[in-house]
């Protein structure tokens, strides 16, 4: 199914979506990775406010490359995201609800996101010139000296993903991969090389 | 004896390291358009048709095609009768590089300490491998490395019983361990020999092998074919959302070893094995 959502997100506004599922988002989210989760989660752990909203937010895992003119933010493709894992929970814990990246994330993620009902979108690793033209702004808002992994507030419109990991804790990669390698022996067994259909 | 200018270095590494990040090599988008041709999983489709759509916004707009604009690996081969003028050629190299991410709006992704984790703002150092070889002439590789895919690499020590079969194993279980990580497909070179130095070189140089070329001794050439059949046989496919191309090339480097070692390297690289080569 393709669906349309806005941010900030909420349990029920992301309850229908399945993995395998297409999302065009638009609304405000946050970029975030690495260095700038570590910084957000030494806050956490000193009882300090976050720089960013974090209720409903959706934070992109990504660390852009300098904008040319004319564009709000250069080439802006995922990081992987288990890199956020050892983060991650604190963050939904506290009212995140949707993270966008790639890659498999950890057991104990897919745990919270079942429980706060938060989803974990796919964008396509290596499209980071295609994905940027769905970013209207961006806008510097929390530690500017991490350069490339700064936190920053974007704004974007129809921005495509794809539901990895949904708010049952059903998850793509599995699905996806089981559902091909299916299909692939009930062709051979037809004695059809062709999986068109 | 000829002499090469460390100022020309500069240029044509600064060159390189921009048009490698703009311009997919062209053995590559070929691959990926026979890819496309040939999976007819949909949902691998739309996702190489994406890909392929990507690489032709980063060539018209000149835009790098990833955000990940790498950690930059170069392989010299210095001809024994050249001599650089003007500077260390470790510096020229450097001074190329620092120029190159910023005239080029690259991310600088580099840290310079592995531990205390400090950018160091424009991208250097580079990773430098210094070959002499004979000859006047000066060969420059240049390879801009993400590390989504990096990350996925292994190397292991196996013993000489566990033979071809522990190679091919190994081989699997990297690919099946990296999973969606490096943004599938992904370009799969393998080092087999050597020391354990010497066997991830041997890897590295093998993603930089054209994707259209085989290695040379048929044995290889033939191991290449069966590994990436066995590597799209797993079904991970584009991204990870299953389908069949889950590789677009296996390539393979080889080198003599000692009678107590079989070493196995395996480095993965996303579609885009971006480097640029020139020869002065």
């Known amino acids: 199914m393709d669906y349309k959502l806005t941010t900030p997100f909420t349990r029920e506004s992301l309850k229908n979506l399945m993995q395998g599922d297409n999302v065009y988002i638009t609304g405000f989210m946050y970029t975030a990775r690495d260095a700038a989760h570590k910084r957000l989660v030494d806050l956490i752990d000193n009882g300090k406010e976050l720089p960013i909203d974090i209720k409903g937010a959706c934070i992109y895992y990504v660390g852009p490359t300098p904008a040319k003119d004319g564009q709000a933010l250069g080439s802006a493709g995922p990081t992987t995201s288990y890199r956020m894992d050892a983060y991650s ?3 939904l814990d506290l009212g995140l609800m949707g993270m966008i990246g790639k890659g498999m994330i950890g057991e104990e993620v897919i745990e919270k996101i079942v429980e706060h009902g938060a989803v974990y979108f796919g964008a396509i690793g290596g499209a980071a010139a295609l994905i940027s033209k769905s970013i209207k702004s961006a806008e ?10 700064a936190i920053r507030k974007i704004y974007v419109e129809n921005f495509p993903v794809t539901v990895i990991i949904d ?3 059903d998850n793509l990669y599995k699905r996806g991969r089981e559902e091909y390698l299916k299909r692939k022996m009930q062709r051979k067994e037809e004695g059809k090389s062709n999986m068109e259909d | 004896m000829r002499i090469i200018d460390a100022n020309n270095i500069t240029e044509e590494i600064k060159r390189m390291v921009i048009e490698a990040n703009y311009f997919l090599p062209e053995d590559v988008m070929k691959a990926l358009e026979n890819a496309r041709k040939n999976d007819d999983w949909k949902l691998s489709q739309d996702i190489l048709d994406k890909i392929i759509e990507n690489a032709r916004i980063a060539d018209t707009e000149q835009v790098p095609m990833c955000q990940d604009t790498g950690m930059v690996v170069v392989f010299l081969k210095i001809g024994q009768e050249v001599i650089i003028k003007n500077g260390y050629i470790g510096d020229a190299i450097n001074e190329g590089i620092r120029r190159g991410y910023e005239e080029g709006y690259l991310r600088k992704s580099v840290v310079g300490d592995p531990i205390k984790r400090l950018n160091t703002n424009d991208n250097t150092p580079a990773v430098i491998n210094y070959e002499i070889v004979p000859g006047d002439k000066l060969n420059i590789m240049v390879a801009v490395k993400g590390f989504g895919s990096e990350n996925m690499s292994r190397l292991k020590m196996l013993k000489p019983s566990d033979g071809l079969e522990g ?3 190994f081989i699997l279980e990297t690919v099946e361990l990296a999973g969606s ?5 992904i370009v799969v070179g393998v080092g087999i020999g050597g020391t354990f130095e010497k066997v991830t070189l041997l890897s590295k140089k093998a993603l930089l092998r054209d994707l259209d070329s085989y290695n040379e001794d048929p044995f290889y050439a033939d191991l290449e074919r069966e590994m990436l059949e066995r590597v799209n046989n797993l079904g991970i496919g584009p991204q990870g959302f299953g389908g069949r191309t889950t590789a677009l ?3 393979i480097e080889y080198f003599p070893t000692h009678i107590a070692g079989l070493p196995v390297a395996v480095n993965i690289n996303c579609h885009a094995t971006r480097h640029k080569e020139v020869t002065l």
Not at chain 1, 141 to 148: Q, S, T
Not at chain 2, 181 to 185: D, G, Q, R, T
């Open chain 2, 249 to 251: 090339k296996v390539n």
């Open chain 2, 167 to 169: 190679v091919k194993d």
């Open chain 1, 89 to 91: 929970p604190k963050l």
């Open chain 1, 140 to 149: 510097i808002i929390a530690y500017e000296d991490l350069g490339a992994e």
């Open chain 1, 167 to 169: 708010s049952r804790g």
């Open chain 2, 181 to 185: 990580n490096p943004c599938p497909p």
